[in-house]
């Protein structure tokens, strides 16, 4: 096991007032608020992550089209006197009901979600479909396979470890993380750590009962949304294969017989995109102007450089950008077109 020696830091100085973060709710922080934007992006984080781990690197990156705004799980930051939730679809039910009021506006809005965060999303969308709300826009899921997924990390890691061992385990499985070999945010960094990986491993998906590990399939009809998923040459959890077992989540019932046949026919490239989704789009919305379907794609980007490193990359940051932007386009289309 690969053990990891603590460096001594000197103590900062306490500050004597704490910087204010604006919100929507607890669970919703938004660094600035744009009342003009067209869209939102909802961000939820990996394990062991909160709300500031995308929002000082992204939110001033965004277009002024589009609102950043992040998940902030119980536990930490702002929220460290409340207790961890470690039932993945009860904080899925408690983020939906802090979406409702924002969702319920009429602002377009999507949803981009990392690692642990991926899951965590997907079972918000299913809750928000549930309650007949509008669904998000699209869906951008990096860093790991679909519920129900083979797991290649490995055995479970047990969350009832002494710290210094759990911290070694986690570090070697997920790679090196600033949290857990940083002596002043050890301390702060592994509590949440622990309560997602518990959600993680007490996590039962609804799956069809000819689902797979390798093949897994929702007992939900998928949901009818574009979809782009984003994983990593040379880390296991979101190498091509892995993260296409998305697919089957995604697509309109009467499709996914169709995009199935196709899953053989394609290439293992950087970007791996259905061929008829702009067609698609381009027929509704000359057909239906007052009401459309949201057009559907699934579309696959494997960047080839480790997970771990990849979300602070110019690349990463380009395909997000270009979902975005492509998300922006189409929501202007639709207020023209009704």
């Known amino acids: 096991?690969?053990?990891?020696?603590?460096?001594?830091?000197?103590?900062?100085?306490?500050?004597?007032?704490?910087?204010?973060?604006?919100?929507?709710?607890?669970?919703?922080?938004?660094?600035?608020k744009r009342p003009n934007a067209l869209v939102r992006l909802i961000c939820f984080p990996f394990a062991g992550g909160n709300?500031?781990?995308?929002?000082?690197?992204?939110?001033?990156?965004?277009?002024?089209?589009?609102?950043?705004?992040?998940?902030?799980?119980?536990?930490?930051?702002?929220?460290?006197?409340?207790?961890?939730?470690?039932?993945?679809?009860?904080?899925?039910?408690?983020?939906?009901?802090?979406?409702t009021p924002l969702i319920t506006k009429g602002k377009p809005y999507a949803f981009f979600a990392h690692s642990l965060g991926t899951l965590v999303a997907y079972e918000t969308a299913l809750e928000i479909r549930r309650r007949k709300l509008p669904l998000p826009e699209q869906l951008i899921l990096s860093g790991r396979g679909a519920p129900g997924a083979i797991d290649f990390g490995g055995k479970p890691i047990d969350c009832d470890l002494p710290d210094n061992d759990f911290a070694d385990l986690a570090v070697s499985r997920f790679g090196p993380s600033p949290g857990l070999?940083?002596?002043?945010?050890?301390?702060?960094?592994?509590?949440?750590?622990?309560?997602?990986?518990?959600?993680?491993?007490?996590?039962?998906?609804?799956?069809?009962?000819?689902?797979?590990e390798n093949a897994p399939e929702p007992l939900e009809a998928p949901l009818p949304l574009p979809a782009?998923?984003?994983?990593?040459?040379?880390?296991?959890?979101?190498?091509?294969?892995?993260?296409?077992?998305?697919?089957?989540?995604?697509?309109?019932?009467?499709?996914?017989?169709?995009?199935?046949?196709?899953?053989?026919?394609?290439?293992?490239t950087d970007i791996d995109t259905d061929s008829d989704a702009d067609a698609s789009y381009e027929s509704e919305s000359a057909s239906a102007p007052a009401k459309k379907k949201k057009p559907f794609f699934f579309q696959k980007i494997v960047i080839d450089e480790p997970v771990h490193q990849y979300l602070d990359r110019r690349h990463f940051k380009e395909e997000l950008m270009r979902c975005l932007s492509s998300l922006v386009v189409r929501t202007m289309e639709e207020e023209v077109w009704c």
């Open 1 to 32: 096991m690969t053990c990891f020696a603590f460096r001594s830091f000197p103590k900062k100085k306490e500050t004597t007032q704490a910087k204010l973060i604006p919100k929507y709710d607890d669970y919703l922080l938004v660094p600035e």
């Open 51 to 99: 709300a500031g781990v995308f929002s000082s690197k992204w939110s001033s990156d965004l277009p002024k089209a589009v609102e950043y705004v992040a998940v902030q799980y119980p536990g930490r930051q702002t929220r460290a006197t409340e207790p961890f939730i470690t039932d993945m679809k009860e904080l899925a039910r408690k983020i939906t009901d802090s979406l």
């Open 181 to 212: 070999i940083d002596q002043r945010l050890f301390s702060l960094s592994l509590p949440p750590l622990r309560a997602d990986m518990k959600m993680y491993y007490s996590y039962e998906p609804e799956l069809s009962d000819t689902s797979t």
């Open 228 to 268: 782009t998923v984003i994983g990593a040459t040379g880390d296991p959890l979101s190498q091509s294969e892995t993260i296409e077992t998305w697919r089957a989540f995604f697509g309109r019932e009467e499709a996914k017989e169709k995009h199935n046949d196709r899953e053989n026919a394609d290439a293992v």
